[in-house]
């Protein structure tokens, strides 16, 4: 490692007690790969050099805070599955160990993405490491009420304006979508920089989505700022759109999440428990991340398709949940973050040469058929699209099978594909009435010595949990 010649050894050795060391080992568990990351955590303040040159300074939790969201967005970027987890913080020192599977749940095997893990996670600086597929292409952010037909009506005014749709990001959740949308000039194949165009784009993208013209009407803005982690971002647009709010009539969440504090440790224990999928500790990670809260320690296990998360969390600066509200507003922050993503109906996979309009005509394809687009993916490399729509129909329960047998027959059988059927969401009214039978005592809620203990022996690193 190259250091910058005004570093003193003191701040070099600081540096390199708080860079993580990383591990990688394919033969502690027969089943999933263990990726290891610990470091010791100076007692003094940490000094890095900031992107102008500047010394800045990040307190040891600050710093951890930062290393286990970064290596779960490298194993999410990768499409790594996390089956088991186990975090452990005491302040000083860290250690944060996943067993992952490739998305086929295989043990990982190619040298490529194992070099890959070494070096991301293993470096003072994670972001050099993020891919910006963007670059050169102008971020569109999308938000506003959902409905029938509106992915489409978008995509018709981009070609209309003569902008091609690059990549392309959309969730639903609650009555709310949230998009984000890279674009390029159709004419000259690169970012847009006319301020009338990008005017007359909002302009009229407003106009789509302007909803019920409340305070929770459409919003549309064309962005300088790069969108490094489109996920990230949309998880921060959904909740200032505040999706996490349910209405009277809204369905119970089937996510199971309590928050209870240990008052004799000065922590508050969130205990997650809900169907698996992937990227869900990303999502879970970084909201509490987001909300301002440290993970000092944590399990995640997964039997089948269910998933259990723990996490022992404190507010950055130091204290537990202190108020009733702010425990509700987590429990529904989380609930939210995981549905986001816990997509509803048929997934259709379409790959086809691309052409200006595409995105337009295959969304009007679904609407004329009575489908809605819950959630969708689209990139495009090279000369093909490759687009992922998760669609029901117009109510949100299942796709009748005529009409997606009416859509493949007109973008093509060959170019559009059904991969899965998606179970719906179901409401679980217990997953209320068991958190108030708790009583303001977590299930969860057990003594941090056996958490750490049984953590260890699970490492392999003590002969029993007893």
């Known amino acids: 490692m190259e250091w910058p010649a005004y570093l003193d050894e003191y701040e070099k050795l600081v540096i390199r007690m708080n860079t993580p060391k990383v591990v990688i080992d394919n033969a502690v568990c027969p089943t999933a790969t263990l990726v290891k990351v610990t470091s010791r955590s100076s007692a003094f303040v ?9 010394r800045q300074q990040v307190d040891s939790a600050s710093r951890k805070h930062g290393v286990l969201l970064e290596a779960i967005h490298v194993l999410t970027d990768l499409n790594l599955s996390v089956k088991k987890a186990y975090i452990s913080y005491d302040g000083r020192w860290f250690m944060d160990v996943f067993h992952v599977t490739d998305q086929f749940g295989n043990k990982l095997t190619d040298d490529s993405v194992i070099s890959y893990l070494e070096q991301s996670l293993d470096t003072g600086n994670p972001e050099i490491n993020r891919s910006h597929r963007c670059e050169g292409l102008t ?14 009506e978008v995509f018709a005014v ?7 749709v690059v990549e392309a990001t959309v969730w639903t959740h609650n009555g709310r979508v949230a998009c984000i949308l890279f674009l390029k000039d159709q004419l000259s194949g690169s970012h847009l920089d006319d301020a009338q165009k990008i005017h007359r784009i909002e302009s009229r993208l407003r106009h789509v989505l302007k909803g019920d013209h409340g305070v929770r ?26 999706d996490y709010e349910r209405g009277p009539s809204a369905p119970v969440s089937s996510t199971f999440v309590s928050v209870q504090n240990w008052d004799e440790r000065g922590y508050s ?3 997650v428990q809900c169907r698996d999928r992937p990227k869900l500790l990303f999502d879970i990670v970084w909201t509490l991340t987001d909300m301002q809260y440290v993970v000092f320690h944590g399990t995640i296990d997964t ?15 130091g204290s537990p949940i202190d108020s009733e509200a702010e425990r509700h507003r987590v429990i529904q922050c989380l609930q939210a973050a995981i549905e986001r993503r816990a997509s509803e109906g048929t997934r259709l996979e ?3 040469e691309d052409r ?3 995105l337009s005509d295959v969304t009007r394809t679904f609407r004329e058929n009575g489908l809605l687009v819950t959630r969708a993916e689209a990139s495009t490399k090279g000369d093909m699209a490759s687009d992922v729509f998760y669609v029901t129909d117009a109510a949100g329960q299942a796709a009748e099978p005529k009409a997606i047998e009416a859509v493949r027959l007109r973008i093509g059988f060959d170019h559009l594909k059904v991969k899965e059927e998606q179970r719906p969401r179901f409401c679980r009214k217990e997953s209320t009435d068991r958190e108030a039978s708790l009583g303001g005592v977590g299930t969860g809620l057990f003594y941090l010595g056996s958490l750490v203990r049984r953590n260890l022996y699970n490492l392999g690193l003590i002969k029993s949990c007893s």
């Not at 940490?46 to 500047?54: A, E, V």
């Open 46 to 54: 940490r000094f890095f050099c900031g992107s102008n040159g500047n």
């Open 158 to 164: 981009l070609a209309d304006l003569q902008c091609d």
């Open 356 to 358: 200006p309009g595409l």
């Open 217 to 242: 009407s459409g919003k549309t803005a064309v962005t300088s700022m790069a969108v490094a982690h489109p996920d990230s971002r949309l998880h921060q647009l959904m909740l200032a759109d505040r």
């Open 139 to 152: 971020p569109l952010e999308l938000t506003g009420t959902d409905r029938p037909g509106l992915l489409s």
């Open 269 to 271: 224990v969130v205990n």
């Open 350 to 352: 379409l790959c086809i």
């Open 303 to 317: 039997d089948g398709d269910s998933a259990h998360q723990e996490f022992y969390i404190r507010h950055k600066n």
